[in-house]
């Protein structure tokens, strides 16, 4: 939970670009301005609205599945996110900047003008292999809830009811296999 918060500080301090306390106070408005839904109280906000991107504003099941077992689509073929060995920091980087040469599309539309990602620049690559634009731009600090959301629920997780019945909820159809 440390490096959740880290990393959305860190969101926040490079948005406010001023000093530590600015960039604390920056991330806890990040949190009160985002608009209240069901959320189970045994969850962080955090985790809840990372997973509200991942399915609604980003889309992400399109490839990846609701259940992040990865799936073909007609947006494109999304690896399972349940086998992946990514960290907090490399999910925030991949979600960020996509994947040179592949199908995983950029979330943060200036990433590569402004030399964020994988420590190169859009001029190192051939345009070719430069990471389309995923279907929402999303902030940093949404970045930093998905990656959260997906070390907390999906990444090395197997996939289980309460997952399910807070992804959808408890009548949902893709749930019943799991009673």
């Given amino acids: 939970m440390n490096k959740i918060l880290r990393i959305l500080t860190i969101s926040a301090f490079a948005l406010s670009g001023s000093v530590p306390l600015l960039a604390i106070a920056g991330a806890a408005s990040f949190l009160v301005a985002i ?6 109280q045994d969850e962080p906000r955090a985790i809840s609205r990372g997973r509200e991107i991942f399915r609604d504003k ?5 490839c990846h599945g609701w259940d992040g077992r990865g799936s073909q689509s007609d947006m494109g073929f999304g690896p399972s996110l349940r086998e992946s060995y990514l960290d907090l920091e490399g999910l925030v980087e991949v979600i960020t900047c996509g994947r040179i040469g592949k199908e995983m599309p950029a979330h943060d539309q200036r990433a590569w003008d402004q030399g964020r990602c994988y420590g190169i620049t859009r001029a190192d690559i051939p345009e070719e292999q430069v990471p389309t634009l995923g279907l ?7 970045i930093a809830m998905v990656a959260a959301f997906l070390i907390e629920w999906v990444v090395q997780k197997e996939l289980n009811l309460e ?9 949902a159809a893709a749930c019943k296999e799991f009673k």
């Fill in 35 to 40: 608009p209240a839904v069901a959320v189970a």
């Fill in 58 to 62: 980003a889309q992400c099941h399109w």
């Fill in 136 to 142: 929402a731009n999303l902030r940093e600090n949404e």
């Fill in 163 to 171: 997952y399910c019945v807070r992804y959808y909820n408890a009548e």
